[in-house]
């Protein structure tokens, strides 16, 4: 079913023009966007301001250095080769293990050694980056994903994607990887997207290509049961960005690694619009709301108003 501009408008959805001219034209310097497109300059950044990212294993930044990848990555029990400026999940290389002399990905499939040096110089002519410009290889260790995840998941690492307007966490979604989406958490490829209430970081309802979901379509188990552990310490994690960045309108993209809590995987300076269908609402009374609050508001402060105003009850709730 399709639902009319004049319903939408009245849910307080937002479409891309709003977007872009109101918030992402008003609240964010286009000077500053180089901090969250190049992926290097963003864990750069972050590891400076205290924040936990994956471990930079190396970078490549020229053809004469590929021949060096297998080298970098030898003593790496897993891996993820990805481009500097690249987008939508495009160009990332994900190695669960290393097995007689190859390389296994989370499917089972196994790529040889001319296979890691091709992507790895694919990435530096700009084949999966923004506007086609040369790019830089970024080697990262594996993230250990929380096993609490297991069961929602299909051979990939599940993200969450939280809005920060201004300091203050508007919205969140975690995405899960599916068959479909070739174990990638991209909505746009088939993942299941699953708004979370910002007050506990439970389940409120499930998407997966536009349409209402209630069970993740792999593994069969039902969305309603989860939840995100160690939730207020991953908001502040995420409102923490806007002062790293000095970027008003901002999306994190975020993991629970099972040994370091917390870890932010990038940033985005024009997050997408789809957080509001996996939520069910839009985010238009939301941000208009924060545009009234004071912007001298700490950290804490700013993620206690958003969890007191932003309360919602799951659609999942009854099939829990």
């Known amino acids: ?33 180089p901090l969250v497109d190049d992926k290097l300059q963003t864990k750069l950044l972050a590891k400076r301001h205290g924040i936990t990212t994956p471990d930079l294993i190396g970078t490549v930044s020229t053809q004469f250095d590929v021949k060096h990848v297998v080298e970098m990555v030898k003593d790496a029990p897993g891996f993820v080769i990805k481009p500097a400026k690249g987008s939508g999940g495009k160009g ?26 091709r992507h790895v110089s694919n990435i530096l002519s700009g084949l999966y980056s923004l506007g086609g410009t040369p790019d830089v290889a970024v080697i990262e260790s594996l993230i250990a994903f929380d096993e609490v995840f297991a069961a929602y998941t299909y051979e990939g690492v599940p993200d969450i994607r939280v809005i920060i307007f201004r300091g203050y966490p508007v919205m969140a979604m975690m995405r899960l990887s599916t068959a479909a989406s070739d174990g990638k958490a991209n909505l746009h490829q088939g993942a299941v997207g699953v708004g979370l209430d910002i007050t506990t970081g439970a389940a409120l309802r499930g998407v997966q290509f536009n349409r209402p979901r209630e069970d993740h379509p792999d593994t069969g188990h039902g969305l309603a049961s989860l939840y995100v552990p160690g939730w207020d310490a991953l908001l502040h994690l995420a409102a923490s960005c806007y002062e790293m960045t000095g970027l008003g309108y901002l999306g ?40 009234k609050q004071a912007e001298t508001r700490s950290v804490e402060a700013r993620v206690a108003f958003a969890q007191r105003h932003f309360a919602r009850e799951g659609e999942l709730a009854s099939s829990a």
């Open 252 to 291: 994190t993209d975020m993991v629970l690694d099972r040994h370091h809590g917390p870890m932010l995987l990038e940033l985005n300076a024009r997050p997408g619009l789809a957080i509001q269908m996996a939520n069910g609402e839009g985010l238009r009374r939301r941000l208009d709301l924060i545009e």
């Open 1 to 33: 079913m399709w639902a009319t501009p004049a319903r939408l408008q009245a849910k307080g959805v937002i479409g891309m023009n709003r977007r872009n001219i109101r918030y992402i034209g008003r609240y964010n310097d286009r000077r500053l966007y």
């Open 92 to 117: 990332i290389l994900v190695v669960e293990r290393q097995q007689d002399g190859g390389y296994v990905k989370p499917s089972g499939a196994r790529i040889e050694r001319v296979d890691l040096e």
